[in-house]
């Protein structure tokens, strides 16, 4: 059997803004082809992982590997795909088409001055028409509704065919149908190519069928481990009661006799 | 007079070149400025450039050249002090403005008071521009649409979003900087044009135009820039023709620009 490459390794992660803490003592490692969920509650500090991951942010205590390079020398960003947290919020009346925003997905593999070719726009029909998304090409960005906005964003983010794929929250703003859809393709992805997924969600329910492995989130790893292992951790006993861990495992169990 | 004729002066013609180039540069920055929410930097360095011009005429030496240096150094402070303090980014920008200006009128009374030659930095006088001015404003704005021609997807990715233009390998902070540094040196080479009390208009005006009616982000740059050279052309024109103010005239035919493409807007539902 080969030993598969690690993709994110952490190291004792501490983060503070101020004199809060946000993130304490954060240890993982993600190896290709995993399917990680991470789970928490608001102001659990999810999302400050993620930017600390992307190097966003600089945490303040700990090490942290991405493809086995430390993230102050990484410059593969083109291996990673990363879809953000609320992206209609922040550019809803930002005046940039389909395709312009679909084009900054070939930034990060290009040189300077950086110009979109006849093949680039190639590539980028090519992806649009993968997500079934063809007709929105030549639309405004804002008139798009969250549903169409999300899969643009997740076909951007894969247009490089990325190794590793960061989600923060991506499917909020689903609605059930789409959503299932959603993940149905990140599951596919993850299983044919193996590409790395790290997902982030507050809702358990969304990620229990896809995800390998769960991480729980409360300022530290309450828990890290596979779906089984999570319905007999005591810990996540403590935290959810024995009734709650019991219905999701259960939930869970019964989604996958169906 | 008609055009004709009008075309035959040599001032201008060196009105008109120096003009286009200037209003090129200013629309074309003034999109990536809004859109990043930054367009108030423009308002405070142009106060600036009105601080370091009379400090020049108070001193005896050429306003502009002591402009240059003086604003692309607010320019770089402001930003500095933006990602430090990044909730109160625009009151900042109002301490330098009205710094700017307190320094401006100090340094005016100290030499001559408000003279013709104050006034004229003020609200510009395009129709007076030497040789030399108009051959190192033309040099200064090509070197800025070069640099905006050159990193245009980069500017385009940290307009957008400052995240993912980080990811994408861009190096913001260099950019913001750049952006920055750009926005100082269309301040100084529009002081003629325009002056330093309407210079955000320049900026301002053709972008937010090109807003109301753009499609995609390359359709706004642009519209923005045929908005802003057409009406500095227009502007001359027409302040030649009625003996008007050519700056005044310049952003009231901005402005009519504007007030047609918001009304498009309206009466279209774009």
């Known amino acids: 059997m080969s030993i598969d490459r690690t993709i994110l390794l952490l190291k004792n992660i501490h983060y503070s803004y101020g004199k809060q803490s946000v993130l304490e003592n954060i240890s993982c490692e993600i190896k290709k082809g995993d399917f990680v969920g991470i789970v928490g509650q608001n102001g659990s500090g999810k999302s400050t992982l993620i930017k600390i991951i992307l190097n966003l942010l600089q945490q303040n205590i700990g090490d942290i590997r991405l493809f086995e390079k430390s993230t102050k020398n990484f410059n593969e960003w083109w291996r990673i795909g990363y879809v953000p947290q609320n992206i209609s919020i922040s550019n809803m009346y930002f005046p940039a088409t389909v395709e312009e925003v679909m084009s900054l997905g070939l930034l990060s593999k290009k040189d300077f001055s950086r110009r979109i070719t006849k093949e680039d726009k190639m590539n980028i029909k090519l992806k649009l028409t993968q997500f079934n998304i063809l007709d929105l090409k030549n639309k405004l960005i804002g008139a798009l509704s969250g549903g169409q906005l999300q899969r643009v964003f997740l076909a951007k983010a894969l247009l490089l065919d990325p190794d590793f794929l960061i989600l923060d929250e991506p499917a909020s703003a689903l609605d059930t149908a789409t959503r299932k859809e959603f993940f149905s393709y990140l599951q596919d992805e993850n299983q044919k190519r193996r590409m790395t997924i790290l997902f982030v969600t507050h809702d358990m329910s969304h990620i229990a069928d896809s995800a390998n492995k769960l991480m729980f989130l409360d300022k530290k790893v309450l828990f890290y481990g596979s779906f089984k292992q999570f319905c007999i951790s005591p810990q996540m006993t403590k935290f959810f009661g024995k009734e709650a861990q019991h219905s999701i495992c259960h939930q869970h169990i019964d989604h996958e006799h169906h | ?270």
């Not at chain 2, 001032?11 to 209003?23: E, W, Y």
């Not at chain 2, 607010?74 to 403005?97: E, H, M, P, V």
């Open chain 2, 1 to 270: 007079m008609n055009i004709i004729e009008i075309l035959q002066f040599d001032f201008v013609q060196r009105a008109l070149i120096t003009g286009i180039f200037v209003a090129l540069l200013c629309s074309l920055l003034g999109v990536f400025l809004i859109l990043r929410r930054m367009s108030l930097i423009g308002d405070g360095l142009s106060h600036v450039s009105f601080g370091a011009v009379a400090l020049g005429l108070s001193l005896g030496l050429f306003p502009t050249f002591i402009a240059l240096p003086i604003v692309i150094l607010a320019s770089l402070l402001i930003n500095l002090l933006n990602q430090k303090t990044r909730y109160y980014g625009d009151a900042l920008i109002g301490i330098i403005s009205s710094s700017g200006i307190a320094f401006g009128i100090i340094f005016a009374s100290i030499s001559n008071g408000f003279n013709a030659d104050i006034l004229s930095y003020l609200f510009g006088n395009i129709l007076t521009i030497s040789t030399q001015e108009m051959l190192a404003s033309v040099f200064l704005s090509g070197l800025v649409l070069a640099i905006i021609y050159f990193f245009y997807y980069h500017l385009f990715a940290l307009t957008f979003n400052e995240d993912y233009a980080k990811i994408a390998g861009v190096k913001v902070t260099f950019y913001n900087q750049l952006i920055a540094l750009l926005t100082g040196i269309s301040v100084v080479v529009s002081i003629k044009v325009v002056g330093t009390m309407l210079f955000s208009a320049l900026l301002i005006i053709p972008a937010m135009a090109s807003l109301q009616i753009s499609r995609s982000f390359k359709s706004t740059v642009i519209l923005s820039a045929v908005i802003g050279v057409i009406s500095v052309i227009i502007g001359i024109f027409t302040s030649v023709m009625l003996n008007i103010p050519t700056g005044g005239t310049i952003v009231i035919v901005n402005l009519l620009f504007f007030l047609i493409a918001f009304s498009a807007r309206q009466f279209f539902k774009m």
